[in-house]
């Protein structure tokens, strides 16, 4: 039963998806400045528009599909997908509005893009350092808590 949903879902996020030529020069952009993308990602069944795999970042396209006409702010399903995303990548999701995209040129977008990522790279970057190194930041032991009085669940995904 999950998989008869699921693939309609899908379906109903691709009839939603901004046109080949929006993700033509999104992918062009990528490749330029080094950062290779896969268009039109499955993650965990929702679509992501161009997937950043070296990072593990989603570019999400905001088009008149997933905007509201008049107030021009994002539907119900468009901020479903941007939560589920930013709890899945921490916070590594990049929004191309496609009136803006459009209006940028060649260097523009990838200057754009390219902040964004090299952020996020460096930041990898640092941490594997760390890790070889063996130098991670000092911390002193926690301190003892006191018990708790009741019984806490984590919730789930939290």
């Given at each position: 039963?999950l998989?008869?949903?699921?693939s ?13 030529d929006?993700m ?10 080094d ?5 039109r990602y499955?993650?965990d069944?929702?679509?992501?528009d ?5 990072i ?18 994002p ?5 479903l997908r ?20 459009n ?30 190194v063996g130098e ?9 808590q006191?018990a708790l009085?009741?019984?806490?669940e ?5």
């Amino acid at each position: 039963y999950l998989q008869y949903c699921r693939s309609h879902f899908w379906n109903l996020q691709l009839s939603a998806a901004p046109g080949d030529d929006l993700m033509i020069t999104l992918s062009d952009t990528l490749m330029t400045i080094d950062r290779p993308g896969v268009g039109r990602y499955d993650f965990d069944g929702f679509l992501v528009d161009m997937w950043v795999p070296g990072i593990r970042a989603a570019i999400l396209v905001s088009c008149r599909a997933n905007m509201h006409a008049r107030s021009q702010t994002p539907t119900g399903d468009a901020i479903l997908r941007h939560r589920h995303m930013v709890r899945g990548t921490k916070g590594r999701v990049i929004h191309v509005w496609d009136q803006e995209w459009n209006e940028m040129d060649a260097e523009q977008r990838g200057t754009f893009l390219r902040e964004r990522l090299d952020r996020w790279s460096e930041e990898d970057e640092s941490k594997e350092q760390e890790v070889v190194v063996g130098e991670g930041p000092s911390e002193s032991p926690p301190a003892s808590q006191p018990a708790l009085s009741a019984t806490v669940e984590r919730i789930p995904d939290e």
